[in-house]
T-cell receptor
């Protein structure tokens, strides 16, 4: 069972570079989302998607883009990396509303990003 | 808006000690409540959950009861082990942008268990 798969696990970027964090899930979940984890702040929602072709902003969307062309994939793009984006990024997925297990959210293992 | 407040750590205990990590929440409606655990260098794993008032979630010896009257979801374990050392996050599924199923997290509590 693959679950939620994120790549890469570790990445070092220079300020101004762009990159994409990949996320894929094999559970046919409608909902996918990206969080960032920073010390003392817990996890904060960056962007989310309620289905293929539909995305929306979360709490801290600036500097990030997402797209959802398929149900399985939800990549997160850093347009021009800044040191403030040094963080651990988690992708998550779940079924949509109305399912009996709809409230269980599954996380990937995280991507550690450092911007220098 | 919805929010979660959990006790700050680190919490340092000896093996076999009793553990309580406090968590309170503010939310409109009736959110589901969760505890997630993050072991060193790993991602988040769902530890337990409760979906309505008075529900008790339990897993691996950990328990938490959804208390609507006190808006709390405290995590407890009767006898901790060194292997329980991790960061514990309390979370609720709140509404964001009109859609549910989004998690709002507390800041996390580091638990360190010494042999």
């Amino acid at each position: 069972n693959a679950g939620v798969t994120q790549t890469p696990k570790f990445q070092v970027l220079k300020t101004g570079q762009s990159m994409t964090l990949q996320c894929a899930q094999d559970m046919n979940h409608e909902y996918m989302s990206w969080y960032r984890q920073d010390p003392g702040m817990g996890l904060r929602l960056i962007h989310y998607s309620v289905g293929a072709g539909i995305t929306d902003q979360g709490e801290v969307p600036n500097g990030y883009n997402v797209s959802r062309s398929t149900t399985e994939d939800f990549p997160l793009r850093l347009l021009s990396a800044a040191p403030s984006q040094t963080s651990v990024y988690f992708c998550a997925s779940s079924y949509g509303e109305g399912r009996s297990s709809g409230n269980t959210i599954y996380f990937g293992e995280g991507s550690w990003l450092t911007v220098v | 808006g919805d929010s979660v407040t959990q006790m700050e750590g680190p919490v340092t205990l000896s093996e076999e000690a009793f553990l309580t990590i406090n968590c309170t929440y503010t939310a409109t409606g009736y959110p589901s409540l969760f505890w997630y655990v993050q072991y060193p260098g790993e991602g988040l794993q769902l530890l337990l959950k409760a979906t309505k008032a008075d529900d008790k979630g339990s897993n691996k010896g950990f328990e938490a009861t959804y208390r609507k009257e006190t808006t709390s979801f405290h995590l407890e374990k009767g006898s901790v082990q060194v292997s329980d050392s991790a960061v514990y996050f309390c979370a609720l599924s709140g509404r964001y942008g009109g859609a549910t199923n989004k998690l709002i997290f507390g800041t996390g509590t580091l638990l360190a268990v010494q042999p």
